[in-house]
């Protein structure tokens, strides 16, 4: 890992903010600035506001407190910024990629959503379920798949796969409205032709009318 990942642990909540977006980690982090500057006020600005003696004590103790949050940071950095090298769990992808070869999409995708359940922004297992969901038909989930990589920064080293999964996804749905649009136009001439047909017959029973109508006059 680089040193700015580590840089972040610094301050308390960050990393968790940072680095996973978890909103749960807001407070610590809103909390540390107030008190980091609290204490810089009360210290160097207006001292007089409190006693010296407690202000110093006060100042230790957040030290103290910052030291052990930026350690607790540093040693969970790992499992924060990529889960399934410190997981217990093996790697399945491989098991996910043979799966989705072989067109088992089933397999591949439970395979695909138990290793996300332990890395949640895995960009190649997320491209493999784009996949899946492609084959599957269900286009949405695809095309809401690749604009939810697109945003991980994670993904920016995937760019060249993302491109040429988004082809095949607006291939798919290009061919799809085409074949809606052969059914709708299909099922339209059929109409028609049963239009015509039940016209020829109301013409022929009413042609046979008027012959039976002449011929009893």
Not at 25 to 46: C, E, H, K, Q
Not at 68 to 80: H, N, R, Y
Not at 104 to 109: F, G, K, L, Q
Not at 177 to 197: H, N, Q, Y
Request: proline content about 4%; aromatic content about 10%; overall charge negative.
């Amino acid at each position: 890992m680089e040193l700015r990942h580590y840089m972040t642990c610094f301050w308390p909540g960050l990393p968790e903010l940072w680095w996973r977006g978890r909103l749960s980690s807001l407070p610590a982090a809103i909390g540390f600035g107030v008190a980091l500057n609290l204490i810089l006020v009360t210290r160097f600005i207006y001292p007089e506001w409190f006693s010296g003696v407690l202000v110093k004590l006060t100042m230790w103790v957040g030290i103290a407190a910052w030291l052990f949050w930026a350690v607790k940071s540093i040693q969970e950095l790992p499992q924060l910024l990529a889960p399934r090298t410190v997981s217990d769990e093996p790697d399945h992808f491989a098991d996910a990629r043979d799966a989705y070869l072989r067109g088992d999409w089933h397999d591949a995708e439970g395979v695909l959503t138990d290793m996300l359940a332990i890395e949640s922004r895995d960009p190649p297992a997320l491209l493999l379920l784009a996949g899946v969901y492609r084959h599957t038909g269900r286009l949405e989930a695809a095309q809401s798949m690749l604009v939810e990589i697109s945003r991980l920064e994670a993904a920016d080293g995937w760019w060249l796969e993302r491109l040429a999964e988004e082809k095949r996804l607006q291939a798919t749905i290009a061919r799809v409205a085409e074949d809606s649009e052969a059914e709708d136009s299909e099922a339209e001439d059929s109409e028609a032709e049963d239009s015509e047909t039940e016209d020829q017959a109301n013409s022929d029973s009413t042609a046979d009318l008027t012959a039976d109508k002449s011929k009893a006059a």
